[in-house]
Every structure is written in C-alpha cells, then in structure tokens.
C-alpha cells in the first residue's frame, strides 16, 4: 500500500475523557488501547499524527508517542479544532495537503476502508468526505477526510463552542454550503454494531472481539463482521449504551 507524504492523519487522544477515564492507555493484548489502534493503521504510521492535551494529564500519551516514534503535538484540551490545525501547521501541512480526522477510541479501525476514502475523496475532489453522514459502518469505524484550505477556513472563522470543540461541524453543518460535502457507505448497513471505546461495557465487548481474534492485528473487516455474525453476544454487551450527543 503505498502512501503519499502529504496525507496528515491526526488522531486526537486525551486522558481526561469523562465517561472512562485514561481509556486510550488500557490494557488490550499486552499493548494499550491507543498502540492497537495504531497497529491496525500500520501501513500509515509515518502520517500520523497523536493530538493531545497540554493540560498536563497528557504524559503516558507523550511517553508512549517517544518509546514508539510517534510525532505528537500538545495542544488545547477544549479547542480541539486549534489543536488539530496548529498540529497539522506544526508539522508542515500546507495548501492542497489533505488532513484526516481520527479519535483515539476506535482500537478496530480498517486502514483498508481508510485507504478506499482517501481514493474517494481525491476521485470526487471533495472538500469534505466522511463514513459518518448517513451511518453504514459500526460506530468506531468514524473516519473524516478534508483539505488543508477547509481545515484553516474553519480555524480562521469558526466562533461557536461546539465548532471549536468538535473540529469539523463548521465544515458540515453550520457552514456546509461553502463546502463540496461527499458521503462514504458501506455496502450493507452495519451500524447496529457499537465498537467505539467510551465506557466499561464497550472495553469488555472490544476485549471480547480481540480474544476471539487472538489478538492479531492485521484482520480485515470482512473477519471481524464474520466474528459478530457468529458471535451475537457480543454485540449484546454494551447495545444499551445510549452515544454521547455532540
């Protein structure tokens, strides 16, 4: 899979996170949650990216970032979208480059399905392409994909809290005129399954899918529909968890 240099996958991770505290540094196959993630996006590890905090809760993401090579950028904890646009200047992203916008809760993530929407985007000459618009893919496969140029619009105009905090609303919602929106499916609709991180119930159903993979990192999301097909009880272990509205 060969990858171009001016891709920028930024994954934003913090250790404040109110429903499950430190969820991105818990222990999942011998690594941490935030180190299996970043395993599944093996091909691209030289684009990312780690996002964090400088509220001073940050040190084991910093930590882990050195032991394992990773770039960082520390930056503030509320205004998530000044921090993912001065990470992204910090380390050279420029007009025409294209950003990505990962979160740090999605330990089963398909660099597959990211490398299919960065041939999408680029295809259709989007300014904006996310897997999230209408929902197909299971809730932790949440991938957005933007240039550069509407990244710093974004920046440089955004006033309301929620655009602050949430990166790209600016871009699709309360100013999505001014963009080229486009929408990536899956073929089949998969968003019954819940396998993002953000309480116990969700760590104990990811565990429970990673012990049936034997904790190999390089399945594909064919294999991991085949282990929830077969395997309905995990889906049952966190289906009442109700997502946290943004």
Known sequence: MKIENNLFIIIQARMTSTRLLGKVMLPLCGKTVLEIMIDRLKSFEKNIIIATTN????????????RRGLKYFRGDTHNVLERYYKAALNFGAKKSDTIIRLTSDCPLIDQNILKKMIDEFKIEKCDYLSNTIERTFPRGFDIEIFGFDALKKAYENATLDYEKEHVTTYIHTTHKNEFKICSFK????????RLTLDEEADFEAIKEIYRFLKCKTDFSYEELLEVLK????????????EQKKV
């Not at 509220?55 to 050195?66: A, H, M, N, Q, R």
């Not at 899956?186 to 399954?193: E, F, I, L, R, V």
């Open 230 to 241: 077969k395997n309905p009880h995990i889906y049952e272990i966190n289906r009442h968890i």
């Open 186 to 193: 899956d073929k089949d609709d998969n968003s019954k399954y």
């Open 55 to 66: 509220d001073g809760s940050e040190k084991p993401i910093v930590k882990l970032c050195e």
